[in-house]
């Protein structure tokens, strides 16, 4: 919220908001039918949007056509997010990816929109490990993080899992799950050196949490709120 008017996730408001209170930013990014990468959560435009259907069946220009419910804004191509922002705080690039579709065309356009911009902030993560391997071979210098959950996966497979994932992806930074908090996993690579962001955090207790396990929380909500002890000026 902003002065008691809810902006609408993903959206240019939403990030202007934040960059006025010295923020940084997290935004979800996936491929349009033209291979260009734009800012939107979801698979299918249902929830956000008044239109159906899959996000990936759409052109960019298209997209940038529908207005997202609840505000004034539209769907917007992550070049235009990384120009309004223009480097006044991080950003955090979220690549939306499936097993089953090629990673290598929205990982390009993620790349070229990152280099044609005037931040230099920026950073990738996703939780498909093909990604990270994807930016550690064509794209070393843009920071890239895997992101990682345990919950359903606690036994040897899930550990199995990470393990190759962490292998394949080669990440500069982890992204781990608060719920997972305390995590063997999340201790050991940050005690090797690897920085630990959580997600996602919506309270002051689980910032609390966040900070006594993490070096960074990705909040949204009251998340964004301190608690007792904590530095209200922490970057999200």
Excluded: Y
């Amino acid at each position: 919220m902003a002065g008691g008017r809810v902006l609408v996730e993903n959206s240019l408001s939403a990030f202007e908001a934040a960059a006025e209170r010295g923020l940084g930013v997290e935004c979800d990014v996936q491929r349009s039918a033209d291979d260009q990468a734009v800012v939107f959560h979801d698979w299918e435009l249902d929830r956000l949007t008044g239109e159906c259907g899959p996000v990936a069946k759409r052109s960019a220009s298209e997209l940038a056509s529908i207005p997202l419910t609840g505000g004034n804004d539209a769907i917007a191509p992550l070049g235009e997010v990384l120009r309004q922002i223009a480097g006044r705080v991080p950003v955090l690039v979220e690549i939306k990816s499936r097993a089953n579709l090629p990673h290598g065309p929205i990982c390009h356009s993620v790349s070229r929109a990152i280099v044609s911009s005037p931040s230099s902030n920026i950073a990738v993560m996703s939780f498909d490990p093909r990604v990270g391997a994807w930016f550690a071979r064509f794209a070393p210098g843009i920071p890239r993080g895997l992101v990682v959950t345990e919950e359903g996966e606690r036994g040897w497979q899930g550990r199995l899992k990470r393990s190759l994932a962490m292998r394949h992806a080669r990440p500069d930074f982890l992204a781990v799950d608060i719920r997972d908090l305390p995590s063997a996993f999340a201790a050991r690579h940050r005690a090797a050196g690897m920085p630990i962001l959580s997600w996602t955090v919506r309270s002051p207790e689980l910032r609390e949490r966040a900070a006594l396990h993490a070096d960074a929380p990705i909040a949204e909500g009251t998340g964004l709120l301190p608690s007792e002890g904590l530095m209200a000026g922490a970057q999200s």
